[in-house]
């Protein structure tokens, strides 16, 4: 199924989100500032854009595999989430888990965005839960 992103350019450097592939799940991010995120810290980046998500999705914020593997560059709050109504603009929170100062150019791919359903669910208390295989067992308790 198809569905329609309406994408707001709200900057004069701004780009429409870019799929590089057909068929791949992310569609690229940029920039449109120059900013040096130090060794250690975060800093937000803007993209000049907003959108329209489709009625029953979000978006999700993800890094670039290329950054985290080349530069130690990521998305902080990864994945990052816009709901349905956001109108703002997108920014970015990068993080730069690297031993260098990591220079953000205008116009670089700095994330990637994944449109996902959202199941609406309603909350049910209750003071039994249905029985498992698994249970109650968790962090590494599968022995990986």
């Keep these: 199924m198809e569905y329609n992103l309406q994408i707001k350019l709200i900057h004069?450097?701004?780009?429409?989100?870019?799929?590089?592939?057909?068929?791949d799940a992310g569609l690229d991010l940029f920039s449109i500032e120059e900013k040096i995120i130090k060794a250690g810290e975060a800093a937000l980046i803007g993209t000049g854009i907003q959108m329209a998500l489709p009625k029953g999705t979000e978006a999700q914020i993800r890094p670039?595999?290329?950054?985290a593997l080349k530069h130690?560059?990521?998305?902080?709050?990864?994945?990052?989430?816009?709901?349905e109504g956001y109108r703002g603009e997108i920014k970015i929170i990068l993080?730069?888990?690297g031993k260098k100062d990591f220079k953000v150019e205008k116009q670089m791919r700095i994330a990637q965005m994944v449109i996902a359903p959202v199941?609406?669910?309603?909350?049910?208390?209750?003071?039994?839960?249905a029985e498992s295989v698994r249970g109650q067992a968790g962090f590494g308790s599968t022995g990986q």
Aim: charged residues 25%; aromatic residues 2%.
């Design 12 to 23: 004069a450097d701004a780009k429409l989100p870019y799929r590089a592939n057909e068929g």
């Design 64 to 67: 670039r595999s290329g950054l």
């Design 72 to 83: 130690a560059i990521t998305v902080l709050n990864s994945p990052g989430t816009i709901d």
């Design 95 to 97: 993080i730069n888990h």
């Design 119 to 129: 199941l609406q669910v309603k909350l049910e208390e209750s003071n039994e839960l």
